[in-house]
Every structure is written in structure tokens, then in C-alpha cells.
């Protein structure tokens, strides 16, 4: 059943739709309930398909963690599909050891996104323009229309927003937000430590203001 017709079946009113919603997604992230392309949700009754966070690596290769299984479910590259470092997703157990200690599977769909934006190396070869994450957790280059290189140069620093993840087995793309700098520039790499953890450049002006009102020395009652 879609969304809308779980909502007439069980009769929730418009006014909930919202956390109705909501409640469809937990359920959908944790894996005890399944949504199709067309949008249509049913229970997950595939004891081999389990919910957990993906744990990428710089090789390729990954990892599941999930409540439902006693050891991380091993992901070859070439069954990671488009997920990446830090995703939710849905996973399918393929294979088991003999003693039953190790488990190999497939990510069957990513179900939600946790890179959004990354810092990266912007790199030029020839007449391609692509950009290399900083995270050793991503194992993908990012490729980037000449148009939306913001005129970046081979080797800069940029922030990169993700606008697609090769989910039909493309290319992971995107568009360079901002310029952050050169490598090894103090300040550039202050800034990217920033972006890449998403933390704030600026503070509000009450917190200026307390920071302004701490001696300079420390009080004797203090040492």
C-alpha cells in the first residue's frame, strides 16, 4: 500500500500526516517494513535482508553495521552499489562462513544519504575536471562539469554538493560550492576541518561577548 492508503485503511487524519510520515520512515530505516520504487510499502519478511549504517573504506570495500546481526556484514566493492561512508541502508546477506562467524552481503538500497556535501582535492586531466574526497572512508572521485568548476584550479581545495550517486551505476557528480584554498595553507586547512565536520566559522555576539570578559591572566586564586 502507498502512504495515502495506509493512512484511509487505518484511518489517521490529515492533521497527523506529517508524523504518520514520519513513522513510515523509522520503519523503513530500521528495516522491519520495505518501500518500493512506486512507493508502495509492505512488511520485510526476508529474514536475510537486515538495516544498518554502512562503514566505507578507502579500498572500496565496506561494511554493514546492524542491531540484527553478531558481527559487521562484509560489502565487496562491487556490491556497494552508490552507498557510501555513513549511509542507512538496507543490506542482503549472500553468503555465510562455515562457523557461521563471518557473513558476506549485497546493499539492496540506500535509504537515506548522509554526504551531502564533501571537501575535496579538485583535480584537472586533460579535458576531464573531477574532485578527490578528502574522507579516506570514500573510495569514489567525484566528476564535475566544466561549468560548474567555479574556475578552480589542479591541486585547490573545494567544498563539493553531491548531485548525484550513481545509483544506475554512474558516476558519483557534482558542482564546487566554494573555493577553500591551498593545500597546506594554515588557513585552508582550518577552513576544511571546519566544512568537513560542519562546524560554524562564526559565533553569535553573546558568545563574542562572554569570550571578551576572560582575564588575559589567571587569577592567583586559581593556581
Known amino acids: 500500500m502507498t502512504a495515502d492508503e495506509l493512512m484511509t485503511v487505518l484511518d489517521v487524519p490529515k492533521t497527523d500526516c506529517e508524523e504518520f510520515n514520519g513513522i513510515l520512515n523509522n520503519l523503513t530505516s530500521s528495516g522491519k517494513i520495505i518501500k518500493s520504487r512506486k512507493g508502495r510499502y509492505s512488511v520485510n519478511t526476508d529474514k536475510n535482508l537486515v538495516s544498518g549504517k554502512y562503514i566505507g573504506t578507502g579500498a572500496g570495500f565496506g561494511f554493514v553495521e546492524s542491531e ?3 558481527s559487521d556484514l562484509f560489502i ?8 557510501l561512508n555513513g549511509d542507512t541502508v538496507i543490506a542482503k546477506v549472500i553468503a555465510v562462513s562455515d562457523d557461521k562467524k563471518h557473513s558476506d552481503g549485497k546493499i539492496i538500497k540506500v535509504v537515506k544519504r548522509e554526504n551531502h556535501e564533501l571537501v575535496c582535492t579538485f583535480k584537472k586531466k586533460g ?6 574526497p578528502d574522507s579516506r572512508k570514500i573510495s569514489k572521485n567525484i566528476r564535475i562539469d566544466k561549468k560548474h568548476t567555479m574556475s578552480a584550479v589542479n591541486g585547490q581545495k573545494v567544498l563539493v554538493k553531491l548531485t548525484s550517486y550513481g545509483e544506475k551505476g554512474g558516476d558519483l557528480r557534482g558542482h564546487i560550492t566554494e573555493i577553500l584554498g591551498w593545500q597546506g595553507d594554515p588557513k585552508t586547512d582550518f577552513t576544511c576541518m571546519l566544512r568537513m565536520f560542519g562546524l560554524p566559522e562564526d559565533f553569535p555576539e553573546n558568545v563574542k561577548n562572554e569570550v571578551l570578559k576572560i582575564p588575559d591572566k589567571i587569577s592567583e586564586t586559581y593556581i
Open 127 to 132: 579535458s576531464h575536471f573531477y574532485a578527490v
Open 68 to 70: 540484527a546481526l553478531k
Open 76 to 83: 565487496a566493492a562491487d556490491n556497494a552499489g552508490s552507498a
